[in-house]
């Protein structure tokens, strides 16, 4: 059962009165706290070692092993497994090439990448490439094409273009393929059914605009096609404006804010874009920051109520890292680094430090504990890459900012 008992610090609206509240209560000692275990940054020892598990689950073919258990004696078949999360795993290592500056695990990424494309990705003709979910694999009735993974796909797989390892046409067809799920309103439809050809209107995947908004923008740097962009813009708009009404029940969806960073990183939105854009991002980390557990004496500081899977977490970190560069209020940027420094903090502690798994980040924090359910001490290779990528963003802020 989660903790939820210890007081948590509820943020208002005000930004004033928010920093009010986190510098008086909280972080003492942000700087001690983040660099425990360092060599020239924090948690570079934490990412090397989660590094190192997802550098040892790749199997010889280029396929990950999908799960493992901290009691190395439990063992799976590795034929669950999801076509979206291999894609998501490859942009966590192209991460750590960008951010960590370590190429160790390259030329396994390549052949990883490899895999990916030969196994996954197919054409639908007109030039359109989809990535495909295995019913065997994914627990599915009829193969389909997810439009999230075409823009994970994407995310992962765009720098190899310059490398001359990916044909640009395999790109394309993936940015052809999402610029065919959106809707006159700018919403991206969640699958496209490959036994039937036709697009299914009706199902709903939340995330999966944003990732493929993601993807396109991608593909508009190594293809800078204006229609690439302006697919982009027209999903960020109707995401705005949807989830503008929502006020503080927005859901935290991190692939739009690294969305919003990146088009503002490289000045591709006019001056009230921005603005809106940063209206946007503000909206959604003002309710996610008031839900962080605060009170240094709860056994989960630094998770979020209700919230202490270490995946969940690391998507919750990585998306505010990219709201810090979206935001150009000072006193909100305190804020989010300092829900960064116990964020990062705590899913340090739930890591695991030693033995076969070491790197591994289990399916809750709550694995340590014992009577849990057997599933939390389950190891996804999914988990293992949102907290790195988590990790390695929020190292990028301490480096820029030098202030740890």
Request: proline share 3%; aromatic share 12%; glycine share 6%.
């Amino acid at each position: 059962m989660f903790d939820i008992s210890s007081p948590t610090v509820l943020i208002p609206v005000i930004f004033l009165t928010i920093v009010a509240v986190f510098v008086s209560i909280l972080y003492k000692d942000a700087k001690k706290n983040t660099h425990e275990h360092t060599k020239d940054l924090p948690y570079f020892q934490e990412i090397s070692v989660s590094m190192g598990y997802i550098g040892r689950n790749i199997l010889e073919n280029g396929r990950f092993q999908y799960r493992k258990n901290i009691d190395s004696e439990i063992t799976y078949e590795n034929n669950t497994y999801n076509s979206l999360r291999h894609a998501g795993v490859l942009y966590s290592m192209y991460m750590y090439e960008k951010y960590g500056l370590v190429s160790k695990y390259k030329e396994e990424r390549i052949k990883s990448s490899k895999y990916f494309v030969d196994r996954y990705i197919k054409s639908i003709g007109d030039g359109k490439n989809v990535v495909i979910s295995i019913p065997e694999e994914e627990g599915i009735k009829f193969p389909i094409a997810k439009s999230g993974a075409a823009g994970v796909a994407l995310c992962a797989l765009a720098n190899l273009y310059s490398e001359n390892a990916i044909e640009l046409e395999v790109l394309q067809g993936l940015g052809e393929f999402l610029l065919s799920m959106q809707s006159e309103d700018g919403n991206i439809y969640a699958y496209y059914d490959m036994t039937t050809g036709i697009i299914n209107k009706q199902a709903e995947a939340i995330y999966y605009p944003a990732e493929a908004a993601a993807g396109l923008l991608y593909l508009y740097e190594v293809d800078p096609q204006e229609k690439w962009l302006a697919g982009v813009k027209k999903i960020m708009d109707y995401l705005v404006k949807t989830r503008k009404s929502l006020e503080l029940d927005i859901p935290f969806d991190h692939w739009s804010v690294l969305v919003v960073e990146k088009l503002f990183k490289a000045n591709l939105v006019t001056p009230e874009e921005k603005n809106t854009y940063r209206m946007y991002a503000e909206q959604m980390a003002i309710p996610t920051l008031s839900d962080q557990i605060t009170n240094q004496n709860n056994s989960y500081f630094g998770a979020f109520k209700n919230n202490i899977m270490p995946c969940s977490l690391g998507t919750i970190m990585e998306g505010l890292a990219s709201i810090y560069f979206c935001t150009d209020n000072e006193n909100l940027r305190k804020v989010i680094f300092k829900s960064l420094s116990i964020g990062c903090m705590f899913l340090s502690k739930v890591q695991v430090k030693t033995g076969e798994q070491a790197g591994g980040l289990p399916n809750s924090a709550n694995w340590v504990k014992p009577g849990v359910t057997s599933n939390a001490s389950v190891i996804r290779i999914d988990n293992v890459q949102h907290v790195v990528t988590g990790w390695l963003k929020f190292q990028n802020i301490l480096k820029i900012t030098d202030n740890y």
